[in-house]
T-cell receptor
Framework: KAGVTQTPRYLIKTRGQQVTLSCSPI?????VSWYQQTPGQGLQFLFE???????NKGNFPGRFSGRQFSNSRSEMNVSTLELGDSALYLC????????????????FGAGSRLTVL | AQSVTQLGSHVSVSEGALVLLRCNYS??????LFWYVQYPNQGLQLLLK??????LVKGINGFEAEFKKSETSFHLTKPSAHMSDAAEYFC????????????FGQGTELSVKP
């Protein structure tokens, strides 16, 4: 079956702009989590959505937001981009929610690499 | 709070040699532990996980890890390295007290010399 699909794979923006990233989970998976990966900070949790509801949120400013649609597809948005937002944004899907069980296994997509100039 | 420490940001081994990647965790609750691998320009792929039960966990591609509660460790090993094992490896911990989100270590880049 198809894996987790993230679009776009690469994008370049300038400071002050906003960006929207998309994630299509594995068919049947109802949870989508987002992580930011940078050389300095490593992998950091952004948020998790389950059945269109945000279940958990990481320690990121309000410029970072997301949503999930009824078909479980998810988008994340970053407004007023800063240079430090340059990163690989990884989406992961799972059948259950990690909020209920830390044993939940995530399947990751290939990521969207954002460069902010 | 939970945390993960991976000892050594870079590890280099010869092809056919033992691979040992070290991971220590801190958790106030029984942890769930994971190892993921990331190849260049790709996402993370699950190698193995420990939730409950047997402390020696076998994963894909010949990797295994042993959960040692007394040492708060979850080191990853493979008896014989292949060139295709060259990648970055991440240890992660989760638990019920943080909403189950994964806390990752900083990663260890494994190089395999011919």
């Amino acid at each position: 079956k198809a894996g987790v699909t993230q679009t776009p794979r690469y994008l370049i923006k300038t400071r002050g702009q906003q960006v929207t990233l998309s994630c299509s989970p594995i068919s049947g998976h109802r949870s989508v989590s987002w992580y930011q990966q940078t050389p300095g900070q490593g992998l950091q949790f952004l948020f998790e959505y389950f059945s269109e509801t945000q279940r958990n949120k990481g320690n990121f400013p309000g410029r970072f937001s997301g949503r999930q649609f009824s078909n479980s597809r998810s988008e994340m948005n970053v407004s007023t981009l800063e240079l430090g937002d340059s990163a690989l944004y990884l989406c992961a899907s799972s059948f259950g929610t990690s909020w209920d069980s830390g044993a939940n296994v995530l399947t990751f997509g290939a990521g969207s690499r954002l460069t902010v100039l | 709070a939970q945390s993960v420490t991976q000892l050594g940001s870079h590890v280099s081994v010869s092809e056919g040699a033992l691979v040992l990647l070290r991971c220590n965790y801190s958790s106030s609750v029984p942890p769930y532990l994971f190892w993921y691998v990331q190849y260049p320009n790709q996402g993370l792929q699950l190698l193995l996980k420990y939730t409950t039960g047997a402390t020696l966990v076998k994963g894909i591609n010949g990797f295994e890890a042993e959960f040692k509660k007394s040492e708060t460790s979850f080191h990853l090993t493979k008896p014989s390295a292949h060139m295709s094992d060259a990648a970055e490896y991440f240890c992660a911990v989760s638990g019920s007290n943080q909403g189950g989100k994964l806390i990752f270590g900083q990663g260890t880049e494994l190089s395999v010399k011919p």
